[in-house]
């Protein structure tokens, strides 16, 4: 069953906790958004553009930018909700089967999912952050934001192997 057009077509309804992940993450997305749009006029005409590894700002630039966030995440987040309707495509071990198939697909589904909310919410705090600094509210992200948000990424993708090997 390696071939993915073969593969079962299941519809599996949207759990309850892929709602919450999609409120939060939206929300982010959103919130920030608007936090960009209210405060447009008075941005400063440089802004942050990129940060270093420790969090700081290595350069400025336009505030045109800063709608390059919000394209980019609607781009990962339209792509990554694709994925989620057609767990079917998703890459899956040997042993996915008639039987097991609803489980891996609704497990697979779950982790897309949560790693496109993780995407908007960093995409969004980014944002807030840059418009923050622009305005003279903030500092920086500091040493942390870096390791945390890979980390938040890798841990989910690490539970959902887990969880997959748990799989018969």
């Not at 057009?5 to 919450?20: A, N, V």
């Not at 071990?93 to 008639?98: F, G, H, I």
């Not at 919410?121 to 992200?141: H, K």
Request: hydrophobic share 50%.
């Amino acid at each position: 069953m390696a071939n993915s057009w073969k593969r079962p077509k299941i519809k599996i309804i949207k759990t309850k906790s892929e709602w919450i992940w999609d409120i939060i993450g939206y929300s982010f997305y959103l919130g920030s958004f608007i936090l960009l749009i209210y405060n447009w006029d008075r941005l400063p005409d440089k802004v942050p553009a990129h940060y270093n590894a420790l969090g700081e700002v290595d350069r400025w630039g336009s505030k045109m930018e800063l709608f390059i966030l919000p394209i980019v995440g609607a781009f990962i987040a339209f792509m990554m909700q694709l994925f989620e309707k057609f767990p079917e495509t998703h890459n899956y071990p040997e042993r996915l089967n008639e039987e097991n198939a609803k489980e891996f697909y609704l497990m697979s589904r779950k982790l897309v999912n949560q790693l496109k909310n993780i995407c908007l919410i960093i995409f969004a705090l980014i944002l807030i952050e840059s418009i923050s600094i622009a305005l003279g509210m903030g500092n920086g992200f500091g040493v942390w934001f870096l390791p945390i948000a890979i980390l938040s990424a890798l841990i989910l993708i690490v539970l959902g192997i887990m969880k997959q090997k748990k799989i018969r």
